[in-house]
């Protein structure tokens, strides 16, 4: 089993993840600029950028603020890989548009090593719940697990102090949720409550269950917007209305503006609900007036509709996470691309580097099939109201 510098941040969080990305893929030991054997498995350095001379200088790119501890343990990684090849290591700088620097990474070798120990000879992981899941293709296959088992884990709104004060009063799986509703009530308050006691009758009987009344939501338009976080560039809002996909797409950042103010003028030209999914497009709305100095009308901002509050706040459905892509596959949509939210940003970032139209083709697939799903669940939520 070949494992790379790359797979430190998802077997930090999810190691299950880890071994089944690993083997699922085909990796070769000539890709590598330095291998070595530990644990029965070979590591192996994929490198953004080597620097060689006396000693090795290791650059690595990142999109995110700030660094984190996985972050400390790739660099241990990449230079206990370099250093059992008898090199000496000069420099290994992390870098991205918010920060550059040098890893101080000897500390974290033991934990490593004791991280990497585990992993190469363990065969069956425990499944947990992580932010890595509502992206994970294979959430569904964990989920259906728990299920089985009647665990906790994957039930939505629980989490380390709920599922504490839930032990407390002896409630440790599903079925418990359903037969101790007073106690929970009790402890958590109606509004909560229901939200667990519906969740969990939700997946126990494998059907949508609306715990608080909905009313129907009209026609509108579908928004979802892309961005290169790397540069804080918003460079697509997509648009469907009356099935109709519309890309407002700016080819660079100093476009932006052009096409914000043109998806502004397109929304304020017509009077219908602008529906999106999670806080994320009336957020950048607002970054983006401000950033510009242009104003969006109240009105404008009035008629914005978070379909994920919709579901969160009225339906219990029996999936593992509220993401777009888990609840518009659980009514049966299909993207058509292999594109996530994480990745999109990497595809974005190779069509910079090569202008390949079809990398671009595929953001837009992607996006389209974004708004597509947004539709989908807003009308299944209209036939779940009926």
């Not at 088992?149 to 839930?166: N, P, W, Y």
């Not at 529906?275 to 709305?285: G, K, V």
Request: a positive charge; charged letters at 30%; glycine letters at 4%.
């Amino acid at each position: 089993m070949i494992i790379t510098n790359k797979d430190i941040k998802t077997l930090y969080f999810c190691q299950k993840k880890c071994k089944i990305d690993i083997l699922s893929e085909k990796r070769y030991l000539s890709n590598y600029d330095f291998a070595t054997e530990a644990f029965g498995c070979t590591l192996c350095v994929d490198a953004d950028e080597v620097i060689y001379g006396d000693k090795i200088t290791i650059r690595m790119k990142k999109s995110g603020k700030r660094l984190s501890e996985y972050h400390m343990l790739e660099g241990a990684f990449i230079g206990y890989v370099i250093e059992s090849n008898e090199k000496e290591v000069s420099e290994i700088i992390f870098e991205s548009p918010y920060y550059s620097v040098s890893i101080n990474w000897k500390p974290y070798v033991t934990k490593l090593l004791s991280l990497l120990s585990m992993f190469c000879e363990t065969m069956e992981f425990k499944i947990t719940k992580n932010h890595l899941c509502r992206l994970c293709k294979y959430a569904g296959e964990c989920f259906h697990e728990t299920v089985s088992l009647d665990s906790l884990a994957f039930i939505h709104g629980i989490r380390g102090k709920t599922v504490e004060k839930l032990r407390m009063i002896s409630i440790n799986n599903l079925s418990d949720i359903i037969v101790f509703e007073d106690a929970i009530r009790k402890e958590f308050g109606e509004e909560k409550a229901n939200k667990l006691i519906y969740h969990a009758k939700s997946i126990l009987e494998k059907k949508p269950i609306v715990f608080k009344p909905i009313q129907k939501l009209s026609e509108g338009i579908y928004l979802d917007i892309e961005s290169y976080t790397p540069f804080d560039f918003d460079y697509l809002f997509g648009v469907l209305e009356n099935d109709r996909y519309i890309p407002f797409l700016a080819s660079e950042p100093s476009k932006e503006r052009y096409i914000f103010e043109n998806i502004l003028k397109f929304l304020e030209k017509r009077q219908k609900p602008v529906y999106h999914f999670h806080n994320y497009e009336i957020a950048r709305f607002r970054k983006l007036s401000k950033k510009y100095n242009i104003p969006i009308s109240k009105s404008l901002l009035s008629r914005f509709v978070d379909v994920y509050k919709v579901y969160v706040n009225h339906v219990a459905l029996p999936i593992p996470s509220y993401s777009l892509k888990t609840i518009a596959r659980f009514f049966g949509f299909n993207w058509r691309t292999d594109i996530n939210g994480m990745t999109v940003i990497d595809y974005y970032r190779e069509y910079i580097a090569t202008k390949d139209k079809e990398i671009l083709r595929e953001i837009l697939k992607y996006n389209e099939d974004d708004v597509r799903a947004t539709k989908f669940i807003v009308e299944h939520l209209n036939n779940i109201a009926q």
